[in-house]
């Protein structure tokens, strides 16, 4: 029978985490646990996943994503669930390499030929936001995303919200009507001032507003999805079917699962299904890896409510790497008009290079996110 012989994490800049599982017939499986700002804790986690998972059969999934998940008497959290994520996905991995298919074949077969995407632009100010939107609008892309604002007052001023609507207003005028832009509040508003920004913004039919109160504060997103028509998104810090359920009860429209965090390809097929039952749309986070993008693919091209799918080519956080520098074929994850075409490879479909991963390894990362603070000196919201 074969087994599962060995369990490896590789410490990748800009912030991410690779797991990779051999087993005792020599065959690999790659899957990501990146947990921006903490790898090295869910680095550990893994290692300690592993003493269960040395000597197990590779393919009876299920069974270990619940002793994983629900083992130890203390379960969840983002540290835990990370690790199991990045497990799982190389289980996925290694089964569909086992049989020579890609993983949505396994999870019922393909509902979509395609995949749309959406990039993400930078810029503080109108004239650099029209820039990096007229940008990806070049390079083909239909859709983009960006942040609302930088540190947000307790109570914005007038010039804050005030800036909220130019920016995106510059976005929606390079885009015209025919393609979208989401906008990302990052937590980082008052639910007062989420309710006033959507008001403000809602002219310019936002495709979504991402995540307008922390998620600590979900109890209080039926109040958001209530004061406005435009779709309310979240999700990217909920770890399970059951954080989920309050806010799909609540009203949004768009889930945001991370493969990464929310317990995988196992986790995340199960709340797609589960906000399929409120008619709410799925569109995972990632602003990660290779791995983490294919796994969120592999999902999206087998879940019916599948809306559109982040990617971080290029983004902000990329310094010192990029997605595609650990990958040995590029080709499958090419965008053609905004869109990828239907992974075919087995497995989560993309073959990584081993030798740039161990390389990249020796240097590791210690990616941390900014803490910021006020005027006064209280901790704000990043």
Known sequence: METIERVETFLVAPRWLFVRIETSGGLVGWGEASCEGRSETVRTAVEQLSEY????????????????????????G??????????????????????????????????RDRIRVYAWVGGDEPDEVADHVAAQ?????????????????????????????RRVAAARDVLGPTRDVAVDLHG????????????????????????????????????????????????????????FLPVLQAGIAVAQPDLSH????????????????????????????????????????????????????????????????YVADTAPLRFVDGHVERLTGPGLGIEIDEAAVRDADKRGHAWRNPVWRHDNGAFAEW
């Open 262 to 325: 929310a317990g995988g390809i196992s986790e995340v097929r199960r709340i797609a299904s589960l906000a399929e039952t409120f008619d709410v749309q799925l569109a995972p986070h990632c602003p990660l890896g290779p791995l983490a993008f294919a796994s969120s693919l592999q999902v999206g091209f087998a879940a019916p409510n599948h809306l559109i799918q982040e990617q971080s080519i290029g983004i902000h956080y990329n310094e010192g790497a990029e997605v595609l520098d």
């Open 137 to 165: 609008v070049e390079a083909g892309m239909t859709a983009v995303k960006m942040n609302a604002s930088g540190k947000m007052s307790p109570i914005a001023t007038a010039a804050e919200l005030a800036g909220v609507e």
């Open 188 to 243: 980082r508003f008052t639910l007062a001032d989420a309710r006033r920004v959507a008001g403000m913004i809602e002219p310019y039919h936002p495709f979504f507003i991402e995540e307008p109160v922390i998620p600590e504060n979900s109890h209080l997103i039926g109040k958001m999805v209530e004061s406005t028509t435009v779709p309310i998104s979240t999700g990217e810090r909920l770890y399970n079917r059951q954080e």
């Open 78 to 111: 983002v540290i835990l669930s990370s690790a199991v994520s990045g497990i799982d996905q190389a289980l996925w991995d290694l089964l569909g390499r086992s049989v020579g298919l890609p993983v949505h074949q396994l999870l019922g077969g393909p509902v």
């Open 53 to 76: 998972l040395i000597g197990q059969d590779p393919f009876r999934i299920e069974d270990h994503w619940q002793v994983m998940s629900k083992g130890s008497f203390y379960r969840y």
